[in-house]
T-cell receptor
């Protein structure tokens, strides 16, 4: 158990709809990351938040948005869904260890299927 | 542009064989992590290497960080079917807390 919690684990929705994925980072972690992983692709970085503020942006579509709340949990909002948005969406949080620096830990992912 | 390139992309071997997976970059990283991911699950951290030239062993897995901290390798001795999965390397640059993931190596160990 990485300590990163994601809900829901599975989600099936229709094209054009909107969904929200939720993530609770490891206790004490200030950074939250969102990644997308499709069947034939590696991890695609979407966006990173640090203590409530957007820190870095990757290949995130304009139809997608995210935020991190004061209690540090984060939500990824996906709207106007298309078939191609079907993927595993991972949340991760990072911890700084004095001996090894920053280390990233992943949740178990949210399976999104758009039909 | 992919910051971290892994090779090979796919590897299928017989149980008991040895293998090495490489993770290469032209950039210097303050640390590098290796993860294993099984289908439908999140990547699980295997190891973090920090010092150039560092070698870490985890049972049958040996991880090495290049002297210049630009590359790393993962060697598996006497592979088992349970080693099957996607192996990912991830580098953390010196500044900031971004992570850059490699392209991944999909390993299949045939019983």
């Amino acid at each position: 158990d990485s300590g990163v919690t994601q809900t829901p684990k599975h989600l099936i929705t229709a094209t054009g709809q909107r969904v929200t994925l939720r993530c609770s980072p490891r206790s004490g972690d200030l950074s939250v990351y969102w990644y997308q992983q499709s069947l034939d692709q590696g991890l695609q970085f979407l966006i990173q938040y640090y203590n409530g503020e957007e820190r870095a942006k990757g290949n995130i579509l304009e139809r997608f948005s995210a935020q991190q709340f004061p209690d540090l949990h984060s939500e990824l909002n996906l709207s106007s869904l298309e078939l191609g948005d079907s993927a595993l969406y991972f949340c991760a949080s990072s911890t700084y260890h004095s001996q090894v620096g920053n280390t990233i830990y992943f949740g178990e992912g949210s399976w999104l299927t758009v039909v | 542009t992919q910051l971290l390139e892994q090779s090979p992309q796919f590897l299928s071997i017989q149980e008991g064989e040895n293998l090495t997976v490489y993770c290469n970059s032209s950039s210097v990283f303050s640390s590098l992590q290796w993860y294993r991911q099984e289908p439908g699950e999140g990547p699980v951290l295997l190891v973090t290497v920090v010092t150039g030239g560092e070698v870490k062993k985890l049972k049958r897995l040996t991880f090495q960080f290049g002297d210049a901290r630009k590359d790393s390798s993962l060697h598996i001795t006497a592979a088992q079917p349970g080693d099957t999965g996607l192996y990912l390397c991830a580098g953390a640059p010196r500044t900031g807390n971004q992570f850059y993931f490699g392209t991944g190596t999909s390993l299949t160990v045939i019983p």
